[in-house]
């Protein structure tokens, strides 16, 4: 070993090292802290992910079995006359499948507009003795609030529909920002400041023959709290976005479970058909006051078309052991349950990473003796106090330099989507129709 006039960070003492090998040394010691912020970030990262995955699979899947077993259930109770008019319900599918994948859909309008086009072809079908022309038929579906011809069917349907909808899909976008998020912000680069820190820390004891000497725990902390300042920042947001992601996974287990909906929705819509059917005298009599008195059609074609429509048939739904298997295989109470708990864990990720890295076996920091640990300087005792958490914390930090006046912009951007993503949950807790905007 020689004198270390040569060295830029590491003491100029006495030391084993080259220029080189500090160079050397100043790489690694970057290149372990990002690994070390990237493995426990992965962790997380892939659990929003496949948790995304899950329930996503989940809500498309049960928006099919819905449709299928409506499908299956019509054509066995009305037959043709199902199937004359079933472009009525795949339409309605198709607009409920739009709205969940992120679709520019306004539910309830979509359902309004469902109920006054069931209402026209059945008041057709009800009376088949008279012909009606669609300016008729457009004076009918006005009658639709007014008259609930359909009774209360409707109008709980759209209720129960679009809170559920908002809040899987809401819920579903969040796990999707929540994998984005530490996505973007666990690539990190270290300042040149930060890496001098690093060397510092991780390195220059090996330059002084300390080669199984390891950091002091505080010491540690301070260079991670500074090299982690802007991740820091993100803390406050991210809990408040895990606490609202816990209040409407709460509201999906309850009264916005989008499986109890659309599970039964054949049921419910046959309910109002039935309903329809026992009250079509009323509601026709109604209408032809409000609406003008239609034309008869012709004596021959109007035996044709009573015998066709003839509404005979009884509704019968599925006993529950024909029902179809519930969706991916698992239930929307179980996914729920999973991630709740996972939700819980992540929880003050952000404010805990410097001390997680500094627990990390590879840096098995914090030897039981706090006289025999590495302080920067010499094998001896860290006399510093540990800096807070976030930028702001880091302007009395001993380790690191940091420049509080300028934060990062990927992560203000981060905390800005996550701010845009809480309150979309708000909305949706709430059983508001949230304005879907894609916030990639």
């Not at 098995?364 to 930028?391: M, Q």
């Amino acid at each position: 070993c020689f004198s270390g006039d040569h060295l830029k960070v590491c003491s100029q003492g006495y030391t084993c090292c080259s220029q080189e090998m500090e160079e050397k040394y100043s790489q690694q010691s970057k290149h372990d802290f990002r690994n070390a912020v990237v493995e426990l970030s992965n962790h997380l990262q892939t659990m929003f992910s496949s948790r995304y995955k899950k329930f996503d699979e989940f809500f498309k899947e049960l928006l099919e079995n819905a449709e299928k077993s409506l499908n299956d259930m019509f054509v066995r109770t009305y037959g043709r006359l199902y199937m004359q008019n079933s472009e009525l319900f795949k339409d309605l599918f198709v607009e409920l499948k739009r709205y969940y994948v992120g679709g520019n859909v306004n539910l309830e309008e979509m359902l309004n507009e469902f109920w006054a086009r069931l209402l026209e072809r059945m008041f057709r079908l009800v009376n088949p003795q008279y012909h009606f022309t669609d300016e008729y038929l457009e004076c009918v579906s006005k009658y639709t609030e007014q008259l609930k011809p359909f009774g209360d069917v409707p109008r709980k349907l759209k209720l129960q529909v679009t809170r559920a909808f908002v809040a899987a899909r809401t819920f579903a976008q969040g796990l999707a920002v929540a994998r984005d998020v530490i996505s973007k912000v666990s690539a990190v680069n270290p300042t040149p400041q930060g890496t001098r820190a690093l060397l510092k820390m991780m390195y220059c004891p090996h330059c002084r023959g300390l080669v199984s000497v390891k950091p002091c725990y505080n010491y540690c902390f301070n260079v991670m709290r500074g090299c982690l300042a802007n991740q820091g920042d993100l803390d406050a947001e991210w809990n408040i976005f895990m606490d609202s992601m816990l209040l409407v996974a709460e509201r999906l287990e309850g009264p916005f479970n989008i499986e109890s909906v659309m599970d039964p929705i054949d049921v419910k819509i046959s309910d109002a058909i039935m309903n329809m059917q026992e009250n079509s005298m009323q509601v026709s009599q109604k209408v032809f006051q409000g609406c003008g008195q239609p034309k008869t059609l012709a004596q021959g074609r109007t035996a044709r078309s009573v015998s066709e429509s003839a509404f005979s048939a009884r509704f019968r739904p599925y006993n529950p052991e024909e029902r179809p298997t519930t969706a991916a295989g698992t239930s929307l109470d179980r996914l729920v349950t999973d991630v709740k708990e996972k939700l819980k864990q992540a929880k003050k990720f952000w404010s805990s990473l410097p001390g997680n890295i500094c627990n990390d076996e590879k840096m098995s920091v914090g030897t039981v003796n706090e006289n025999e640990c590495w302080n920067g300087s010499a094998k001896s005792r860290y006399d510093f106090a540990v800096t807070g958490n976030g930028l702001a914390s880091q302007v009395n930090n001993p380790e690191v330099e940091v420049d509080i006046t300028k934060p990062d912009m990927v992560i203000r951007r981060q905390i800005m989507a996550l701010r845009v993503m809480t309150n979309k949950l708000k909305n949706a807790y709430s059983g508001n129709d949230v304005d879907f905007i894609d916030i990639s």
